[in-house]
């Protein structure tokens, strides 16, 4: 089968898989997943388990997540970043992130890639910083809407991306499941991610262990059940043109995408 390439940063991997899986690894006390939160080991193991990407980040964006300061978000991101690179140098390393001082220190420790959920909005220097270090940027839709909004507030998103010269194969879109959106508008984003893969720019889908997911299989108390729900709905997104997953369970991830390239 032919290998699926994607370039992070000044990374170029690849896989014989349909889609990327991007391990999750919040060096928070309060992300709404709690397996998700840990250190070194919880980023070897996700590593081991076969991730593609790592995810790291320093500050909840749950609903009603309490801010932390700069400071803050860089003692909890930095230190766990160089344990990483002391040990695997290869692997890409995304931060969740909006501010520009956290990415900075991030990039000079090994990052490569910035994950914004507020779409470069947060921080007016961010968009400039990006395109001066060539790293990546994920621009996600954080408002309420279906797939008609997301695609129209993308491709401004894309659009402000590529005039502070951000290069177009830098560029990844996430249409934000979960963030202020209504059921319907979740699910409708899922049916058709890949209408947002305009101009061939990569979709991430973070559906791991959300309420909607809850939502479909009647598990609206305990995330750490909506295991089996996650893994199909990751792959009713890779069908529907997603290129990368972001997940907290990095092996069912690997082992659905096995499974989806053994039987078509």
């Known amino acids: 089968m032919k290998s699926n390439t994607l ?3 000044k990374k170029i991997i690849e896989s ?18 709690e397996n998700s939160r840990g250190g070194l080991d919880l980023a070897l193991k996700l ?34 970043i160089q344990k990483i690179r002391q040990i695997n140098d290869k692997i890409p390393i995304s931060v969740d992130t909006r501010k520009m001082a ?13 994950n914004d959920v507020s779409a470069l909005e947060f921080d007016s220097k961010m968009a400039g ?19 008609k909004e997301a695609k129209k507030y993308l ?7 590529k005039k502070s010269g951000i290069k177009k194969e830098k560029i990844i879109l996430d249409p934000g499941i979960g963030f202020d959106k209504s059921f319907e508008e979740n699910c409708q984003l899922i049916r058709n991610c890949g209408y947002l893969a305009f101009g061939g720019i990569p979709v991430l889908m973070a559906l791991s262990n959300k309420r909607c997911i ?18 199909c709905a990751n792959l009713f997104a890779v ?26």
Not at 16 to 33: C, E, L, Y
Not at 61 to 67: L, S, V
Not at 129 to 147: D, N, P, Q, R, Y
């Open 214 to 231: 809850g939502a479909m299989i009647n598990e609206n108390e305990d995330s750490a059940k909506r295991g089996y729900g996650t893994a």
């Open 7 to 9: 370039c992070l940063g």
């Open 16 to 33: 014989p898989r349909k889609a990327f899986v991007m391990g999750i690894v919040n060096s928070t006390p309060d992300s709404f997943f």
């Open 102 to 114: 956290v990415m900075k220190a991030a990039y000079e420790n090994g990052a490569d890639v910035l």
């Open 47 to 80: 590593i081991d388990d076969g991730a593609d990407i790592l995810d790291i980040g320093g500050e909840s964006t749950r609903p009603g997540f309490a801010e932390v300061s700069e400071d803050e978000e860089i003692s909890r991101v930095v230190p766990l």
């Open 129 to 147: 910083f990006i395109s001066s270090t060539e790293l990546s940027v994920i621009l996600m839709f954080w408002k309420a809407g279906g797939i």
């Open 239 to 264: 069908e529907s043109g997603a290129k990368i997953i972001r997940v907290h369970d990095v092996k069912s991830a690997i082992d659905s995408l096995n499974v989806m390239n053994f039987l078509k």
């Open 155 to 161: 491709k401004q998103r894309v659009l402000f991306a």
